[in-house]
């Protein structure tokens, strides 16, 4: 079945640093691609997202390409800042068999320091 | 503005107690799900909605259960049979999979 694999955490960069987070997926079909974001004690929120291969999502500086050659969607930030601090989800859209769903990953939380 | 609503934000449940946690869209969604989420743990599907008056099954229904009387609404119930019921709740809408989940803000309930 479909799946989404992202890269272990926790990961902690200092302020200003170069953010990437890899992750890659599984999936039959053409799905589109996400990430969100979940700050402490609050809901998920979409960062960003792709519908076709080569798209570019993008907000608030951060950016991901949807790669079909290397199944990826890794997600990159220049420069980080402390407020970046918070767990970022990989997802995929899945129309499945059964019933229609978005397909998470198990989350990389970000910490940045001063 | 459009969006999910989730009530309460906090909520204390006693043994052997039922509660229900609300959850309102405004969006005109016919997909709905409630997922679980532990502390530094992923999300997990407890059940979904795709149309009023038809709901099923995810993967941890054991000890919950739902309603979906209108399209508006999605409320979670857990029940004594819950075992472990301490966790963060999150109420997602979505028309379509490829537009993505909107999530509302969650409910935490604790077990006292």
């Known amino acids: 079945g479909n799946s989404v694999t992202q890269m272990e955490g926790p990961v902690t960069l200092s302020e200003e640093a170069f953010l990437t987070i890899n992750c890659t997926y599984t999936?039959?079909?053409?799905?589109?691609l996400f990430w969100y974001v979940q700050y402490p004690g609050e809901g998920l929120q979409l960062l960003l997202k792709?519908?076709?291969?080569?798209d570019k999502g993008s907000n608030k500086g951060f950016e991901a390409t949807y790669r079909k050659e290397t199944t990826s969607f890794h997600l990159e930030k220049g420069s980080v800042q402390v407020s970046d601090s918070a767990v970022y989800f990989c997802?995929?859209?899945?129309?499945?068999?059964?019933?229609?769903?978005?397909?998470f990953g198990p989350g990389t939380s970000l910490s940045v320091i001063p | 503005d459009g969006g999910i609503t989730q009530s309460p934000k906090y909520l204390f449940r006693k043994e052997g107690q039922n509660v229900t946690l609300s959850c309102e869209q405004n969006?005109?969604?016919?997909?709905m799900y409630w997922y679980r989420q532990d502390p530094g743990q992923g999300l997990r599907l407890i059940y979904y909605?795709?149309?009023?008056?038809?709901?099923q099954k995810g993967d941890i229904a054991e000890g919950y259960s739902v309603s979906r009387e209108k399209k508006e609404s999605f409320p979670l119930t857990v029940t004594s049979a819950q075992k472990n019921p301490t966790a963060f709740y999150l109420c997602?809408?979505?028309?379509?999979?490829?537009?993505?989940?909107?999530f509302g803000s969650g409910t935490r309930l604790t077990v006292v």
């Open positions: 997602a809408s979505t028309p379509d999979s490829d537009y993505g989940y909107t």
């Open positions: 999936a039959t079909g053409y799905p589109s």
């Open positions: 792709a519908t076709k291969a080569d």
């Open positions: 997802a995929l859209s899945d129309h499945g068999t059964s019933y229609d769903k978005v397909i």
């Open positions: 969006l005109n969604h016919d997909a």
């Open positions: 909605s795709q149309i009023v008056n038809d709901f």
